[in-house]
């Protein structure tokens, strides 16, 4: 390490007690995705605490702080932490207030962030980064809660229902060369990334008849009924997904009915429809659009299907082998790893959203046991999943960036985006958004 290296790892060290408490208060204290009042208002306060322009209310709860911005031109680089979490209201550090729980880690990234924001921002560190800065707290990276979304949407709030391809359509990427993003695992510090499914979002509305269940069942129309048909239908047409294209449709269904003794008229479902490609979740969003429709006509119900578009499918992206060195410098080498780019993951993430547009490269700390999503999830290692996230996070900014910032921009000019610009990525978007109705 040089000497710039060792006084950003020095000045973390230091500064370990207000990280580990500011990572502490956001993990317990979650908010859902768009709703993250109280955890942008927390990172905007600490970056205007160190004197740090901050862009507020982007895409409702999102904000960015600018380090070095009369560097831009040469090459600004963003660092990403996502500001939402889970619902997930059995879990031992559950939110009271809003039944959320951090169980993906996006805490350790906001964490992250401050705590490289303390070293970066320290005159001699800043002044040998050879470019700008952003410290990026982005809302809504989980996909859930698809009615209040499109209630969101209705009002003119918003137009997507994920916080990275709502901040790319509002042009909130638009002075960002390259990214830096981080994601928890259960143990290890891996470099890079793989593929990752993409999907497209429902809400799908049976409409039926209400009558009295036991006295006059045959004057209603059963929507539950209907929905059943349309679970089932979608259930036989799982063996027509090609294993390859990694299809995953999930519903859960939000309201089932209102009485135990009256026919449901009404049942909403939702469901995200992944796939490997374009191609694999067009086709599973059209047979699960047939399912639906199919139940409903069996039992003489209407119907309702609202389709969104959701993420599109994450890419493979490696990292610079400037960057890795440190972080073996930093660990040793024995505990970092490369990820394989040809590996796959079901999940998705709208970091593939920006991928279309631009790098982002991502790297992985432990610290957490527990599967990731579920009531078990929990941080057990606060120096593996905060401090050493944070190094990281401000060495590889300053690796990217000395030197004028000849390794950002060599990942930069090397890259091959999907689309052109934010126009195209828009038009693709807003195909996969359309409403069907039937009675």
Do not use: W
Not at 52 to 59: G, I, M, Q, R, S
Not at 301 to 319: K, N, V
Not at 396 to 402: G, V
Request: proline content about 3%; overall charge negative; aromatic content about 8%.
């Amino acid at each position: 390490m040089n000497s710039i290296e060792q006084k950003i790892v020095q000045l973390i060290d230091e500064n370990r007690n207000t990280i580990l408490e500011f990572g502490r208060d956001i993990y317990n204290h979650a908010e859902l995705g768009y709703k993250e009042f109280r955890t942008s208002e927390k990172f905007v306060s600490f970056m205007e605490g160190l004197n740090l322009p901050v862009e507020k209310n982007l895409a409702i709860t999102g904000a960015k702080a600018y380090l070095n911005k009369e560097k831009a031109s040469n090459l600004s680089l963003a660092l990403i932490g996502e500001l939402d979490a889970l619902c997930i209201p059995q879990h031992a550090h559950v939110n009271p207030e809003t039944q959320a729980a951090h169980c993906c880690g996006h805490h350790a990234q906001l964490t992250g962030l401050i705590g490289a924001a303390l070293a970066l921002t320290d005159p001699e560190i800043s002044s040998a980064l050879d470019g700008q800065v952003i410290f990026f707290a982005v809302p809504a990276e989980e996909y859930g809660e698809v009615e209040f979304k499109n209630k969101l949407v209705e009002e003119g709030k918003i137009q997507y229902g994920g916080g990275k391809c709502e901040l790319l359509r509002i042009g909130a990427f638009d002075d960002v060369d390259l990214c830096l993003a981080h994601h928890s695992i259960n143990e290890g510090i891996s470099f890079g990334s793989g593929s990752n499914n993409g999907f497209v979002s429902k809400v799908i509305k049976i409409k039926g008849k209400a009558s009295h269940a036991a006295g006059s069942p045959e004057k209603g129309v059963n929507a539950l009924s209907a929905a059943s048909i349309g679970l089932q239908a979608l259930g036989l047409n799982r063996e027509t997904f090609r294993d390859e294209d990694c299809v995953r449709v999930h519903p859960i269904m939000t309201k089932g009915g209102d009485l135990v003794n009256v026919i449901p008229d009404q049942v909403v479902l939702e469901t995200l429809v992944r796939g490997k490609t374009l191609e694999a979740f067009a086709d599973a969003s059209a047979k699960t659009d047939r399912s639906f429709k199919a139940g409903a006509f069996a039992m003489g119900a209407g119907y309702r299907i609202e389709t969104m578009p959701g993420y599109l499918p994450g890419l493979p992206q490696q990292f610079p082998k400037e960057v890795i060195d440190i972080a073996k410098e930093l660990l040793g080498e024995e505990k970092v790893s490369i990820v394989d780019t040809k590996k796959h993951g079901g999940g998705s993430t709208d970091v593939g959203d920006v991928q279309h547009l631009m790098p982002v490269l991502t790297f992985h700390t432990g610290g957490i046991e527990g599967g990731f999503h579920q009531v078990d999830f929990d941080v057990v290692d606060e120096e593996e999943a905060y401090i050493i996230t944070a190094k990281i996070f401000a060495l590889s900014t300053y690796r990217l960036l000395q030197s004028n910032a000849v390794v950002a921009k060599n990942v930069v000019e090397d890259y091959e985006p999907k689309f052109k610009n934010k126009e195209e990525y828009i038009a693709f978007m807003n195909q996969f958004n359309y409403i069907e109705e039937g009675e």
